[in-house]
Structure formats: structure tokens, C-alpha cells
């Protein structure tokens, strides 16, 4: 009970070593598995997914694949069961003919996480081949005179198998002359050797048949069989003997095809026949189709090119013998020594084809793998990236190696990446391999558009047709794909009231700005705008660009004149006056006109397109002032109308035309009477009565109405004194305080008479005459003096009862005449006052339009006071009571 129970906590405690062996194997990424061999495709070697903790839809979303060192795939991952299978039969004695223990290693990328696990799996031996004899017959030939106990080298077999299933035991059987000895080879093999037990006889018997049997350890065991012949000769004693009994020798593996590499020698004591050796391969093994073996010489030379990455030693059993079958053996190493002829080999395990500009540092891009099946130093390898990229290698696991960035990337600096990896090994000279990785990097909207220019302007002329094209701005975005299509559009904003959008629209896809509608330069001379171009990324990125657009005046408007208007001048009331005495170059009139164009379409030239007396009046080119040319003479006319044409310079130019008309006469009176003769000229019937000279006439007839109505005022006015007069008793006195000049009896009554002061303003721009009388401007129109001994007091100042004498007396008839003669003289001085007061209104006008040399040329601005012709001379009378 004891020891049960020891060789179950022995048991226990192998079995939990052997746990904890592969828990440490697979957290340091390396998982070992062993194997039969033979075994047929599919068949299961471990489950790779539980020992790395990995589930199986990681396995087939990472792209989790097994890549095996050789050219040859023996193991694949399962991708259901995440099991380790056979790809295909394994043949142990095939991969790993000389060594003892066959290992096949291969590693587990995932792709998806850059990771490298090493797998190890162990090939086991199977007893799947019997030992073999290369030579199923072999010819011994001894010499009767051989002694008992000679030794006689007999051919081996040969069992690819290992450990217990190769070859463990040799049988003779046959013939009492012989027996069978195994020697212990240099390496541990099994060498049969022919002991002769008992003396020959030729004479009795001259052949002897013989089998010998190798035999395997299996179970169950194996056996190969070879028949050996014994030819019985007569006596030769003497066998040759080579010179060593292991020869050795070192080749490069780039000796050339047919070199001796090694000459062996063997010597005989006999002579003749028996005293000649000659040599041959003791087994024929792979190398001797390698090596060939001169029989004569015993030189051996190169059959065919060495390789010290397939094998690099050989070993060579050597024989020689003469003529009489006596023979002796050596063995021959031939050590391969290895020299740079294999460049260095990269396997790209695993890559990306595309990588986001964003990707932060240290992001794997590549999985790759670098081996040279050189050894020493010519097997160690050094990797590195070719060119300024940023990209870095960084070592993973053994000879694998991960590409990663080393910083941030640009796609609009770089768009793609042809990233060199290159490898040299340590050999004299050096040599190196490359592999190159494509790398394109995707796009992300980190650029915003840029327009071509800082700001924009252009030139757009007036009157433009609805969608003319401005100009076209273009934006550039240096991103990619639908980050870098750029769309204008408008920011928004208001011109004169309305919105900006309504005058100019941008197509969104080319930049072309178009006016939506026609523009006046008079209105609107320049537009400030502003274009925003936004990518199509998510998030967009936009930037601004201001336009200015400047309106381009046309010659699209004609002068307007501004004086004379064109209403006065048809109807003769805007009248100029020119005095018959003027010199030549008084100013006569200025025509004003102005232009809503600018720049040369708004200057101006004026000139005399029509006269009714030609070279009697000009104008002035740039002025438009209107001078007399020469001095009018008495032939004359005294009305002219004079035509100013007014043009402008535009292209073409357009022009507009003014009528003046001008009176040449030497006071207001003649100026009224031509006035008056045009205007009755000028009627037409349907014309409406807005003309000047209509309501001047019209003025003075209201005149006339008021002073009639004046006249029946004061005659109601005695009337009623009169019936009052009727009515109280008569007083006697007279009127006193009252000169009885300033009563003027009309039919039998007596009245008192002022003079009243009129104002008269006369407008050539205006449809309407004012006529205005002033109470606080009105003067005496017969003044008297009064005696010098009473005052002379007004009408109102004296008691109404005392003024009215007791018993009127009748006028007498001096008196009366002296009240017709004042009311005549009353109505002359109103007509003159309504003159002067027109004269004064020209004379005021005249100087506010000409300047103040022409407003003094002569005859211009005649006022003051005269005589009356009609009146008394020696009476004096007031400034502010009219022009005489």
C-alpha cells in the first residue's frame, strides 16, 4: 500500500510539472505538441484556441493563421474548433533522416491583435520501417588457407526508424564454417562482421550459401534479409591496408563540381594479382551519389554541388581489396564549411494596405518575418527601413519583426508609402535582400479651402443682362475624395433693404458668381460680398473670401437741364433780359444742366444750336453761360429765342436741349409789353391758363376789382352818413383838423383818400404772381401841410359829432375838380408802383443767377425815385410809396 501510494504522488506531482511546463510555454508565447508520424491529414495535434485563451469568433475575426519555416506546410489552424491539425502525411524518416530527435517548429500569427506565438511540435517514431540491406547479395571470396577466427566485414542494414524501432540485431544462419560478430562502430552503429569458425576446404566444398538477418526492436519487430556467398580461393595471405583508418577532410560548399577533394591510399605485401588493390563505397548510402570513388587511384571527387544548409557533414565507408578478395576498410568525414551564399529571406506575415492620417504613433502596419539559412555570421541579420519614412521597425519575437509609425502622418504631404524594408547579413561581402510594403494613406478632413487669392474684384458695366457672370472664384481643398469637394455658397447680408442673395447668386459647385439682376450705377456703384467655400467632410470645414464688385457707369443717361425749364420756356414766362446797350460778352442767361453719369459720361458741353438772330448770342463751351456776341443794334429784334444744346461725352452721347428766350429791352415797361405780345402770340386754344403772364394779368385785374370795391365801400360809407345826417339835427361846424385836400368829393360825397403801397412779386419759375398790400407801408397820396397856427390832427382824433358841420354847404365846383385830379393821379401812381415792384423782382433775380460784374452791367438793376409827370413838381413824396 506503501509504494501504490508513492507511485501515485509520483504520478501527481509529473503531471502538475507538466502543467505548469505549458502554462509557462504559452505565457511566454510558445506552445509545444507532440505527434506520431504517418498520421493522415486532418488529424488533431493541440488545441491551440484553449491553450492561448483565445475565442473562436477572435480567431475568425483577427485572421489567426499558422505560417511554418520550410517551403512545406504541415500544420493548419481549424477555424471552427481552433484545433491544431496535420495538413498533410509526415514522414519522420523523410524530414529528419540523422536526427534523433525531429521537431518541427511554426508560428501563430494574429493578425488582427500583430501578435507571434512559437509552436513546437515533436514528430514521433513509428516503427513503419524494416532494416534494408542496400545489396541483397553479397559475394565473399576467402582463401582456403585462412585461419580460423578471421574476421570478415559483412553489409549492414539500414532502418530509417529511431530508438527502439531502428535496427537492434543481426542473425546468420546457413553453414557451420561461419559465425556472426556485431562491432560497435565510431557512431554507436552495429557493424556484422564473418568470423570463419572452422577452416576452409576448397577441394571439399567451393561455395558456401549464407543469410543474414537484421532485425528492428518494434512490436511487433521488422526484419530485412541479405544473402551472402561464399567463394573459397586459393591462398592469399597478405590483405592491403589503407594508410588511415579515418580520413578527414574540410570543403567549402562553393567547391566546384568535380574537385578531388580527398585521394585515400591502401597497400598490399603481395605480389601479382593478389598484391593489386583497388577501392570501392562500403554502403551505398545517399552520399555516394554525391562523392564518386576512382577504383584505381582512390581519388574522390565532387559529383554534384554541396550545400551546407541541406547537410554539412558527410560520412564515407571505404573498402579496398586485391586480387586474392583481401580487403580492408576506413572511413572518411568530409566536413561542408558554410559561406555567404544565401541572402536574407522576409516573409510578410501580415500588412495593412490602407492607414487613417490620424492613426496615432506606434500603430502596426506590418507583421513580417527575416531568416538566413546561412550560419555564424553570416546567418545574423540586420533590418532596417530604407529612406526618411515615418515608420520604424520594432523587434517582436525572435526573428519577427513589427513595422510600426514612428509619428503622425500627412496624407496631403504624402499620399502613399512604398516603405523598404532591407535586410543584410554579417557575411564578407554582405548580402541583402528587400521587401517593399504599399501603404496608402486614407484621407481625413483636417485642411479647410483655400481660395486662390486673398480677395476678389471685379469690374461689372451698368444695365448688365439677369445672370450675367461676374467672375468665378475657386477654392482648393487638400484633402481627398469628399473631403476635398468644395461648395461656394453666399454669406448673408442686405443691400439698400434688400437681401444680398436677391442682386448676386454663386453656383455651388464652380464658384461662378452671377448678377440676378440689372444694375444702375446711379443707384448702386459698388457691392462688398462675401464667398464661403465648405468642404464636403463631417465635420465641414469652411473658409471666407471677400469680393468687391465695382459698378461700371454707362453713358445710359441723358443731361437734364435744370434752367430754364422746359414748361417756361414753351410758354415765353422764363424771359431773360438783355439791355439794348449791352456790350459784347454781358451776360444774358446761364443754362444749368447736370448728368447722373459719372466720369466723362457726366461732363457736359454746351452749345448754340439754334438763334433767332445768328452771331448775336453765344454759349459757352463748358460753362453754358449765355453772353451777347456783339453789341445789339436798333434792327434787332426785340424777342429772340435762343436753342442750347447740351451733350454729354459719353460713347454714345446724349444730349438734351433748352430754350431761352431773351428780350432785349431798356425798361420793365417794354419787357411787359413784349411779355404781353408773346403771350397773345403764344395762345392756343386748350392751353391752360398756367403761363406767368396769364396770372400777371389776372393780378391786376384783382387789383382793379379791389380798388372798385374800395370806391363802393366809401360810397355805402357816405350814404349811411348821409341818412344818419337825415336823421340828427344839422350841426353847423365844419370839419376841422382835416385839410380838405385829403377829401376828394365823389358824386356829391367826400371821402378820404390814402395811397396804398403794393407789392408785386413777378416769378419766371413760378405759375403764380403775388400781389400784397401793406397797411403798415401805405403813405399819403396827396399830402398837404397844414397851417402853421392849429396842428392837423387825424379824422379819428376829433369827435365824429364836432367834425360834421350844422349845415353842409355844397361843394364848390374848385374843389371837386382838385378830388377828380387826385383820384387820377392815384390810379397813374398805382400802375407804377406794380411796375417797380415787378422791376425790382427781375432786378433781385438777375443778380442772384448772374455774377455781381454782370449784375452791374449797364441798365441792369434801374431803381430810385423820380417826378411825377402828371403831379404836382413841388410835392414831396415818401421812398416806400413807389418808382416814378
Not at 26 to 52: C, H, I, N, T
Not at 347 to 367: Q, R
Request: one cysteine or more.
Amino acid at each position: 500500500m506503501c509504494a501504490a501510494g508513492r507511485r501515485w504522488g509520483q504520478r501527481q506531482r509529473a503531471l502538475l510539472w507538466a502543467m505548469l511546463l505549458a502554462a509557462w510555454e504559452a505565457a511566454w508565447g510558445q506552445l509545444r505538441y507532440s505527434v506520431p508520424e504517418e498520421m493522415p491529414k486532418g488529424s488533431f495535434v493541440g488545441d491551440v484556441a484553449k491553450d492561448l485563451g483565445l475565442q473562436l469568433p477572435e480567431i475568425r475575426d483577427r485572421g489567426v493563421r499558422v505560417v511554418s519555416e520550410g517551403r512545406t506546410q504541415y500544420f493548419v489552424l481549424h477555424g471552427k474548433t481552433g484545433h491544431l491539425v496535420t495538413a498533410e502525411r509526415i514522414d519522420r524518416e523523410q524530414l529528419c533522416e540523422s536526427v534523433q530527435q525531429c521537431v518541427l517548429r511554426c508560428e501563430l500569427i494574429v493578425e488582427g491583435e500583430m501578435e507571434v506565438y512559437g509552436i513546437e511540435v515533436e514528430i514521433t517514431d513509428i516503427n513503419d520501417n524494416a532494416p534494408i540491406f542496400q545489396e541483397g547479395e553479397t559475394e565473399l571470396r576467402i582463401s582456403e588457407t585462412t585461419a580460423p577466427g578471421s574476421r570478415f566485414p559483412l553489409p549492414d542494414a539500414h532502418d530509417p526508424d529511431s530508438s527502439r524501432n531502428s535496427l537492434q540485431s543481426y542473425e546468420l544462419s546457413g553453414d557451420e564454417h561461419f559465425s556472426l560478430a556485431v562491432q560497435a562502430g565510431p557512431g554507436g552503429d552495429q557493424r556484422p562482421e564473418l568470423v570463419l569458425a572452422k577452416a576452409l576446404d576448397r577441394e571439399e566444398a567451393a561455395f558456401h550459401e549464407l543469410v543474414l538477418r537484421a532485425m528492428d526492436g518494434g512490436d511487433p519487430a521488422r526484419t530485412g534479409t541479405a544473402r551472402i556467398r561464399v567463394t573459397v580461393l586459393d591462398a592469399n595471405d597478405n590483405a592491403p591496408v589503407f594508410s588511415q583508418a579515418e580520413y578527414t577532410v574540410r570543403v567549402p560548399e562553393d567547391v566546384p563540381v568535380g574537385s578531388v577533394l580527398l585521394t585515400v591510399t591502401a597497400t598490399d605485401g603481395d605480389e601479382g594479382l593478389n598484391g593489386k588493390v583497388k577501392y570501392s563505397f562500403k554502403k551505398k548510402k545517399t552520399s555516394s551519389q554525391i562523392f564518386h570513388l576512382d577504383s584505381e587511384t582512390g581519388a574522390i571527387t565532387l559529383g554534384r554541388s554541396l550545400d551546407f544548409e541541406e547537410s554539412h557533414v558527410y560520412e564515407l565507408d571505404l573498402q579496398t581489396y586485391d586480387g586474392g578478395a583481401l580487403y580492408d576498410t576506413a572511413k572518411v568525414v568530409i566536413t561542408v564549411t558554410d559561406i555567404n551564399d544565401n541572402a536574407p529571406e522576409i516573409s510578410v506575415l501580415s500588412s495593412l494596405s490602407e492607414i487613417s492620417e490620424d492613426a496615432p504613433s506606434g500603430t502596426v502596419v506590418a507583421l513580417l518575418h527575416v531568416q538566413d539559412r546561412d550560419s555564424g555570421v553570416n546567418g545574423e541579420v540586420r533590418c532596417s527601413l530604407q529612406g526618411d519614412v515615418p515608420f520604424r521597425l520594432q523587434s517582436s519575437h525572435g526573428s519577427y519583426y513589427r513595422v510600426v509609425t514612428a509619428r503622425e502622418l500627412d496624407r496631403e504631404q504624402v499620399s502613399e508609402y512604398n516603405v523598404t524594408v532591407r535586410a543584410a547579413d554579417g557575411g564578407s561581402p554582405s548580402l541583402q535582400s528587400s521587401a517593399v510594403l504599399a501603404l496608402r494613406v486614407l484621407d481625413v478632413n483636417d485642411n479647410a479651402p483655400v481660395f486662390l487669392e486673398e480677395r476678389y474684384s471685379a469690374r461689372l458695366a451698368e444695365n448688365n443682362a439677369a445672370g450675367a457672370l461676374v467672375l468665378t472664384v475657386r477654392a482648393t481643398d487638400a484633402d481627398w475624395g469628399q473631403n476635398a469637394r468644395v461648395r461656394y455658397r453666399l454669406a448673408e447680408g442686405r443691400v439698400r433693404g434688400a437681401p444680398l442673395s436677391s442682386y448676386v447668386s454663386v453656383q455651388a459647385e464652380t464658384g461662378a458668381l452671377y448678377a440676378l439682376r440689372s444694375l444702375d450705377y446711379e443707384q448702386l456703384r459698388e457691392l462688398q460680398l462675401c464667398v464661403r467655400a465648405e468642404d464636403g467632410g463631417a465635420p465641414a470645414l469652411s473658409s471666407n473670401v471677400s469680393v468687391r464688385l465695382q459698378i461700371v457707369d454707362e453713358n445710359d443717361n441723358a443731361p437734364r437741364v435744370l434752367y430754364p425749364p422746359a414748361a417756361a420756356a414753351a410758354a415765353w414766362s422764363g424771359v431773360e433780359l438783355a439791355p439794348r446797350r449791352s456790350e459784347a460778352g454781358a451776360l444774358v442767361a446761364k443754362v444749368v444742366a447736370v448728368d447722373a453719369d459719372a466720369g466723362q459720361n457726366a461732363w457736359l458741353s454746351y452749345e448754340l444750336a439754334k438763334a433767332t438772330e445768328p452771331g448775336l448770342f453765344r454759349v459757352g463751351p463748358h460753362s453754358g453761360e449765355v453772353r451777347t456776341a456783339r453789341s445789339p443794334l436798333a434792327r434787332d429784334a426785340a424777342r429772340h429765342s435762343l436753342v442750347v444744346l447740351v451733350r454729354d461725352h459719353g460713347r454714345p452721347a446724349l444730349s438734351a436741349t433748352a430754350t431761352l428766350s431773351v428780350v432785349l429791352a431798356e425798361s420793365v415797361a417794354e419787357l411787359l409789353a413784349e411779355l404781353g405780345s408773346a403771350a397773345h402770340e403764344a395762345a392756343a386754344p386748350g392751353e391752360p391758363a398756367a403761363s406767368l403772364t396769364r396770372w400777371l394779368v389776372l393780378a391786376v385785374a384783382a387789383v382793379s376789382c379791389l380798388f372798385v370795391a374800395f370806391l363802393l365801400l366809401l360810397l355805402a360809407l357816405r350814404l349811411r352818413r348821409c341818412h344818419r345826417q337825415q336823421l340828427l339835427p344839422p350841426d353847423s361846424g365844419a370839419s376841422r383838423g382835416v385839410p380838405v385836400s385829403h377829401f376828394v368829393g365823389i358824386d356829391g360825397v367826400r371821402a378820404f383818400l390814402q395811397s396804398y403801397a403794393h407789392d408785386v412779386s413777378l416769378t419766371a419759375d413760378s405759375r403764380k404772381s403775388h400781389l400784397r398790400f401793406s397797411a403798415a407801408s401805405c403813405c399819403d397820396t396827396l399830402p398837404a401841410r397844414p397851417p402853421p397856427d392849429e396842428p392837423a390832427p387825424l379824422l379819428g382824433d376829433e369827435d365824429p359829432a364836432g367834425a360834421l358841420p350844422s349845415d353842409p354847404a355844397p361843394s364848390s365846383p374848385g374843389a371837386l375838380e382838385r378830388g377828380r385830379a387826385a383820384a387820377a393821379v392815384s390810379r397813374r401812381r398805382l400802375r407804377v408802383s406794380l411796375l417797380a415792384a415787378a422791376e425790382r423782382r427781375w432786378s433781385r433775380r438777375r443778380r442772384s443767377v448772374l455774377p455781381p460784374q454782370a449784375a452791374r452791367s449797364p441798365g441792369a438793376g434801374r431803381s430810385g425815385s423820380g417826378t411825377d409827370s402828371s403831379g404836382g413838381g413841388g410835392e414831396r413824396r415818401p421812398e416806400r410809396c413807389g418808382w416814378l
